[in-house]
């Protein structure tokens, strides 16, 4: 089972991207997917989650009016599009899934991919 996300880079404030979580040995549609993302010195967090029966979990405050979570079951990914990006957005930003339901809680996820860089600048 291999997890990556996707899509990072730099923008500008105010700007927007979309991160995408793929996976290779497993059906993301079976899971709860979540996206965390961590700050230089800081603790890992979590920001949105979607479970497997597509219940939305908002566990930032950047989740709840300027970041989505969808599924693209097609391509067995889950999106991340985030909008009026801040400079406090910048973070490495991972997917992570669990069975059935969402949690904020880390270890609570059994597969991580590797991270993506957004850094947000001018």
């Known amino acids: 089972v291999q997890l990556q996300a996707s899509g990072g880079g730099l923008v500008q404030p105010g700007g927007s991207l979309r991160l995408s979580c793929t996976a290779s040995?497993?059906?993301?549609?079976?899971?709860?997917v979540a996206w965390f993302r961590q700050a230089p010195g800081t603790m890992r967090e979590a920001v949105l989650c979607i479970s497997r029966s597509d219940a939305l979990s908002v566990y930032s405050d950047a989740g709840k009016d300027r970041f989505t979570i969808s599924r693209d079951n097609a391509n067995n990914a889950v999106y991340l599009q985030m909008n009026n990006l801040k400079p406090e957005d910048t973070a490495v930003y991972y997917c992570?899934?669990?069975?059935?339901?969402?949690?904020?809680?880390?270890?609570?996820?059994?597969?991580w991919g590797r991270g993506t860089l957004v850094t947000v600048s001018s």
């Open positions: 992570a899934t669990r069975s059935y339901l969402c949690s904020p809680t880390r270890t609570a996820y059994t597969e």
């Open positions: 040995g497993m059906t993301l549609d079976y899971n709860a």
